[in-house]
């Protein structure tokens, strides 16, 4: 049975001002809860060098014509500890990455976060990870940014086993363990749900097909999902996987009408053919109005537009 899409809304938990309302924030993703916005989805970075140029680099993971929206003095919350907040003031909303640079944190301790979170949220966690594209983050960690795709694989396998094995067992050159046990497991039967980001490549292919065929495109692929979702399952197909399943993410702007309010049913009119494209679910991205009330209406008629252009 298809599930019907689901919309997610992106928060912006970074600043380029020192003096941020972060309850502001909070109250946003609990305006999103009270409205029926399936997902909030928040970015990650731990640490920022000073070469911001290689965010518009596609080959260093960047994405052509992006740039870095706060400079490296930024202001970065913490994804997991704010989703945790979030988790705590709302009741429905789901708690995604998008995406949790992993590979940045051990595997043992991120797998017993999650699953935390997964736990005291009632089961409402989206893992959404990347490479990322920024050497110096992985450098300021003691880790290989050219290995950041292997320690990726490495992060998540140990998470999966952790999750799924009561007495977990893992060998590869990285680490070894035999007769560990960590308790609890997530609520999500078979763990967490781990969505990939990534351009179209063999890599992420193997990826997809080995942690659960939900994909976040990145680069071109945002905005040719019609070319790109053929290629991608051809992709998974040559991995050895089956790509019958897989999950895409469909990326939309709010839009804004000629007073600066968001503009609904503009926001929502693309929508249809990012389904007909074959998206399986879409994130719209773009700033809400500051007035909390204001907010709550407007999100109130998105969620509605929304699914009446998607029911």
């Not at 599930?3 to 909070?26: G, H, I, M, N, V």
């Not at 070319?227 to 469909?250: F, T, Y």
Request: with cysteine; net charge negative.
């Amino acid at each position: 049975m298809t599930q019907r899409p689901k919309l997610s809304l992106y928060l912006r938990t970074f600043s380029d001002r020192s003096d941020e309302d972060w309850a502001a924030t909070l109250h946003m993703a609990q305006a999103m809860d009270a409205a029926g916005v399936d997902r909030v989805v928040v970015s990650d970075h731990v640490v920022f060098g000073e070469n911001l140029a290689a965010y518009s680099d596609p080959a260093a993971g960047g994405t052509a014509g992006g740039k870095q929206p706060t400079g490296p003095d930024g202001h970065w919350l913490e994804p997991l500890i704010f989703l945790t907040a979030v988790a705590a003031t709302t009741t429905r909303i789901r708690l995604s990455t998008g995406v949790l640079l992993a590979a940045l944190r051990r595997p043992v301790v991120l797998a017993k976060q999650l699953t935390t979170l997964d736990v005291l949220s009632g089961g409402r966690v989206d893992l959404g990870v990347g490479i990322g594209w920024q050497r110096e983050e992985y450098e300021a960690a003691g880790l290989s940014f050219e290995r950041r795709g292997r320690l990726l694989n490495h992060t998540l396998e140990v998470c999966q086993t952790l999750w799924t094995q009561q007495r977990g067992a893992y060998d590869a050159p990285d680490l070894s363990f035999d007769g560990i046990h960590q308790m609890p497991k997530p609520l999500q039967a078979g763990g967490i749900p781990i969505w990939v980001s990534g351009t179209v490549n063999p890599a992420v292919a193997r990826r997809l097909s080995r942690f659960g065929n939900r994909w976040i495109p990145w680069g071109p692929a945002i905005s040719d999902l019609r070319g790109a979702i053929p290629a991608m399952k051809e992709a998974i197909v040559d991995a050895g996987g089956d790509p019958g399943d897989l999950q895409v993410q469909g990326s939309a702007a709010l839009v804004r009408g000629a007073d600066r309010s968001v503009d609904v049913q503009a926001s929502v009119a693309v929508v249809p053919q990012l389904l007909a494209d074959g998206a399986t679910d879409i994130r719209l991205s773009g700033s809400l109005p500051a007035d909390p009330a204001q907010a709550g209406e407007v999100l109130s008629e998105l969620v509605s537009a929304f699914r009446a252009v998607t029911d």
